[in-house]
T-cell receptor, first 112, second 109 residues
């Protein structure tokens, strides 16, 4: 099983450019999440989607938008990238109680 | 807000036991997880414990939970060089995760 797949794995952008990070899961999970990881910090929640058709803000949503395209796919969009958004982005999916979240391998994003 | 705190660094000799400690504040946590992250890689779930348990053993890993003090620990027996990584303590409150900053474990020969 592929689990949670993120694309791309690496990306370099210039300030002001836009970009969409893709995430897909094949585990039929209802909930999906986007996190960012900065040096010396744990993961912080950007947005999540508890179920298909719903999205909610997390701890650090500013500068981002999301789309839950269908049950499998949850994308994260940077409309106008800023250097402060340089980070590693992780997507995760979650079945529900008694199961942990499953993480993708991350997208390493640098904004110059 | 809710918080998860853990020590930032641990150095251990190969073959010794490692103990990583964590405290959390969210009393509604249902699960507590330990994730491992190797350099440049994603997060790998190591083990987890349900909040009504006080101990869980899984091969070389032992998790102890003191719910009253909101203290969690991970013990790795017979630590190997492959155990060098960052370990994240994570509290889960009905699907909402709170991450600690991670403990970097360095295993020396």
């Amino acid at each position: 099983n592929a689990g949670v797949t993120q694309t791309p794995k690496f990306q370099v952008l210039k300030t002001g450019q836009s970009m969409t990070l893709q995430c897909a899961q094949d585990m039929n999970h209802n909930s999906m999440y986007w996190y960012r990881q900065d040096p010396g910090m744990g993961l912080r929640l950007i947005y999540y989607s508890a179920s298909e058709g719903t999205t909610d803000k997390g701890e650090v949503p500013n500068g981002y938008n999301v789309s839950r395209l269908n049950k499998r796919e949850f994308s994260l969009r940077l409309e106008s990238a800023a250097p402060s958004q340089t980070s590693v982005y992780f997507c995760a999916s979650f079945m529900g109680l008694d199961q942990p979240q499953h993480f993708g391998d991350g997208t390493r994003l640098s904004i110059l | 807000g809710e918080d998860v705190e853990q020590s930032l660094f641990l150095s251990v000799r190969e073959g010794d036991s490692s103990v990583i400690n964590c405290t959390y504040t969210d009393s509604s946590s249902t699960y507590l997880y330990w994730y491992k992250q190797e350099p440049g890689a994603g997060l790998q779930l190591l083990t987890y414990i349900f909040s009504n348990m006080d101990m869980k053993q899984d091969q070389r890993l032992t998790v102890l939970l003191n719910k009253k003090d909101k203290h969690l620990s991970l013990r790795i027996a017979d630590t190997q060089t492959g155990d060098s990584a960052i370990y994240f303590c994570v509290s889960d409150s009905w699907g909402k995760l709170q991450f600690g900053a991670g403990t970097q474990v360095v295993v020396t020969p």
